[in-house]
């Protein structure tokens, strides 16, 4: 019933529905890339700067190498999604971690905590998440490591803010009395109620992810092995004003995935903030 | 005068049309006009300093050039001319020269130019910084008069050899008394040189221009013929194309913008691209193995990576036609020393898939034979491209190849420090002497960490090394040809290391822009003869 509930307050927010069927059609897209082209999408396959449409082998056309820009489309979906969500996942991991025992433990250990996410914040992300990568190498995992590193901090804040607020709520008090031990609290009482917010914030995080990624790729510093959108249009700059196709294409495909990965957002915040519910 | 204009308007169109940079000779014609300001660019970033003591690469090599002067320079026929230096004669053992210097120089700030500015630059500049490469067996220099220096040899040193160090890019006559006394490297004139050239320096707005002033003193009369020169820096390349378009930048050496622009641009019949003007300073995209991984220890195996590969392919896609497969560790413009007569190691995969497998390396279960990781140098967009062709053409005949694609300082690390490669893909540009910016790839001499742009393969063979060594003593043209030709032949059959494509580098200038691209290494020229048609 409650999940119903859940649902019908999400599909209430059209931008989120439609947001949300979208994503999923990148997903799917990216779960089968490998049944529609069998092939590795960076095999040059035909003549280089075919424009969409010349070759119906080739919908839509080929880059200045010759290779498929569809495939490699598909196939991006599958790395740049995953990407997303693990870089996501490891931000949500560290800023959750550091900021449930900051929120909830309070005094030193949150000074400490809360002066080493200013630390980081103060950095600009992108020239961080470069520095990772450029030091590290760059390989899929790093990109993913240095995305997660950069984007944990206002996760952090949010679940310290979360705790702040119910730590000295009557039922934690109750479990305290109780004697149950502090991580059994965190884990089981408070993280779960802190929870809905910090959902909102790691699905934007995943969209902010993707954008990190096409930038590193972009600036050639993307993993060569791997099909990913930025780096596609990394590859097709040069050719801006003769074969914008090249750029047009995956830079179409990172927006409409970003911008539904926030339209989603939005409707995880309608369904999960219990203040909005009545609206 | 309309009819005129619409005339060379026309010419400069059906030369644009056409293939780059064919028919007209040079690209001038009519009197010099006197006067007006040329804004210049080049493919390639802002310097560390105006100036660089050890050379610095090819951003300072250009912004220092117009400055400064060497003592002789290449013809685009080949010949050497005196610029600072009137003549030089070698003794008959070859082991000193004697050169006459120019008389009635001035530096910029009003002080002569003597054969002390000459004694001090070569035996505290040249030797330790410019060109100490080409100078090892160099043992002093004397001035036995106002106008004489005497450059003396510990062995032999061949006459072309000799003059091709006077003609080194940055083989600068600089003045004695700003630099005595003082660290060369960190001499604050660097940045604001006093020098003997045809422009002075005016300014440098760092992370825009460098504004160059007429020499009104400069030795050669008439020159130079424009009153300002603007050296103008613009990351992108996109940019440089919509400044030359809009009329900001009236020239731009070493590929300035990206190959569909240069046929857009020329396409206007507003610009002209030609591939003039880099016979000096030929640039090729190169493969090497690296010899420590002991699956290269087969000359056949190394050969075979060179047979996987279509390098007609990488010409024509990657460079869009301006590149041509590279033969031999000599390349085709030098017309000293290249030869033809080479092994071959042309396109063949079947022919590199038998050649694996005779080595010892059949195709195992998943298909490979074995894995490589293959490493293209990020410091030109194409190497990224080039890298990714390589890897499908060494995936087909069975070589498994992880990719990496660094910026610049991490490639330079990864392939000439740490020598973390099994395959490299990287760059290098060589004058006509092959000795010993060629040869120092091949020679165990030049197996030097941490110094980028030498023998990095770690190739080491002592036939290489007697034949480079009588090479580099030889002083009978004829003969010390034969020696560099059989110098190609083993190169090619050993193959460490071979250009995959040699480049064509452009200039791309407007039409209004005379007397360009007529200097062998144009970048590196004094442009004193550069004017602007009205």
Redesign the interface.
């Known amino acids: 019933m409650q999940r119903f509930e859940f649902l019908g307050r999400f599909a209430r927010n059209r931008g989120a529905l439609v947001g949300a069927c979208l994503i999923l059609l990148v997903a799917l897209m990216a779960a089968f890339a490998s049944v529609f082209f069998p092939t590795d999408p960076l095999r040059i396959v035909g003549l280089p700067e075919l424009w969409p449409g010349e070759d119906p082998e080739f919908p839509l056309g080929t880059d200045s190498l010759g290779r498929d820009i569809l495939s490699m489309i598909v196939h991006g979906a599958r790395a740049t999604l995953l990407i997303g969500l693990f870089a996501s996942a490891v931000a949500t991991i560290i800023g959750v971690g550091v900021g449930a025992i900051a929120g909830y433990f309070g005094g030193w250990v949150d000074e400490i905590a809360m002066r080493a996410a200013e630390l980081f914040q103060t950095i600009p992300n992108l020239i961080f998440v470069l520095t990772i990568v450029v030091i590290l190498g760059s390989t899929l995992t790093n990109i993913v490591i240095a995305i997660g590193i950069v984007s944990w901090t206002p996760i952090a804040r949010m679940t310290r803010a979360e705790f702040l607020s119910l730590r000295d709520r009557e039922f934690v008090q109750a479990c305290r009395s109780m004697g149950m031990s502090d991580f059994r609290i965190i884990v089981s009482e408070i993280l779960p109620n802190a929870l809905p917010p910090v959902i909102v914030l790691s699905s934007l995080v995943v969209a902010g992810a993707i954008l990190f990624e096409s930038a590193v790729s972009f600036l050639g510093l993307g993993d060569p092995n791997v099909a990913s959108w930025g780096r596609l249009v990394g590859d097709g700059r040069q050719l801006i004003r003769s074969s914008w196709y090249i750029c047009a294409i995956p830079g179409i495909a990172i927006m409409i995935t970003v911008l539904c990965l926030n339209l989603v957002g939005d409707g995880l915040n309608d369904a999960l903030n219990p203040k909005l519910r009545d609206r | 005068m309309t009819i005129k204009v619409s005339r060379r308007v026309f010419s400069a169109g059906i030369l644009a049309t056409g293939v780059v940079g064919t028919s007209r000779g040079s690209f001038a014609q009519g009197t010099p006009k006197r006067g007006g300001t040329l804004v210049a660019t080049w493919g390639g970033g802002e310097p560390q300093a105006c100036y660089v003591p050890a050379g610095g690469g090819s951003s300072p090599t250009f912004s220092s050039s117009k400055l400064f002067e060497r003592l002789a320079r290449r013809k685009m026929d080949g010949a050497f001319e005196g610029v600072l230096a009137e003549s030089w004669k070698p003794s008959a053992d070859f082991k000193t020269y004697t050169v006459k210097i120019r008389k009635g120089v001035k530096f910029h700030d009003g002080k002569d130019m003597t054969v002390d500015d000459v004694v001090y630059s070569v035996s505290e500049i040249w030797k330790k910084y410019a060109v100490a490469s080409a100078l090892t067996d160099f043992a002093g220099i004397d001035s036995p008069d106002a106008d004489t220096v005497v450059f003396k040899y510990s062995n032999p040193t061949p006459e072309f050899f000799f003059a091709s160090t006077l003609c080194s890019p940055v083989a600068y006559i600089l003045p004695k008394h700003i630099y005595a006394g003082s660290d060369p490297v960190t001499n604050p004139a660097n940045n604001a040189p006093i020098a003997t050239g045809p422009w002075k320096f005016k300014e440098w707005v760092r992370g825009s221009h460098f504004e160059y002033v007429k020499n009104e003193n400069y030795w050669k009369k008439d020159e130079p013929y424009l009153d300002r020169l603007i050296i103008r820096y613009v990351r992108d ?2 940019g440089r ?1 919509a400044a030359m378009e809009a009329g900001d930048i009236h020239i731009g050496v070493f590929n300035p913008v ?1 190959p ?2 240069i ?2 641009l020329t396409g206007t019949g507003k610009f002209v691209a030609t591939p003039k003007g880099y016979e000096e300073a030929v640039w090729s995209t190169t493969l090497e193995c690296n010899m420590r991984n002991p699956v290269f220890a087969k000359r056949e195996v190394r050969q075979a990576m060179f047979h996987a590969v279509n390098r007609e392919f990488i010409a024509k ?2 460079y869009y036609g301006y590149a041509r497969p590279g033969t031999s560790p000599i390349y085709s413009p030098n017309k000293e020393f290249f030869t033809a007569d080479t092994f071959k190691t042309g396109f063949d995969p079947k022919k590199a898939a038998a050649l694996l497998d005779a080595a010892g390396f059949p195709k195992k279960a998943d298909g490979k034979r074995f894995t490589l990781n293959l490493l ?1 140098a ?1 410091w030109f ?1 194409e190497n ?2 080039v ?3 390589v ?2 053409a060494l995936e087909d005949v069975g070589v498994g190849i ?6 610049r300082p ?1 490639s330079i690390k990864r392939i000439y420090t740490d020598y973390d490669f099994d395959l490299a893909i990287s760059n290098q540009a060589n004058p006509s002497e092959p000795v010993p910016s060629t040869t120092q790839y091949f020679t165990t001499d030049g197996i030097l960490k941490g110094v980028p742009f030498r023998n990095a393969s770690g190739y080491s063979n002592p036939d290489v090394d007697k034949l480079v060594a009588s090479i580099k003593v030889e002083t009978d043209p004829a003969k010390r040809k034969a020696l560099v030709f059989e110098f190609q032949k083993i190169i090619t059959q050993e193959a460490p290391l071979l250009p995959l494509v040699e480049l064509e580098s452009i200039t791309l200038a407007s039409t209004k822009v005379q007397n360009h691209s007529n200097d062998p290494n144009f970048l590196a020229a004094s442009w004193g003869d550069l004017w602007l048609a009205s």
């Open positions: 390349p996109a194309a990206a569909p622009d046929k857009r896609t990657v293209s990020g967009q990224g491209k890298g990714a062709y890897k499908q992880n990719l990496t694609v660094p910026d991490s």
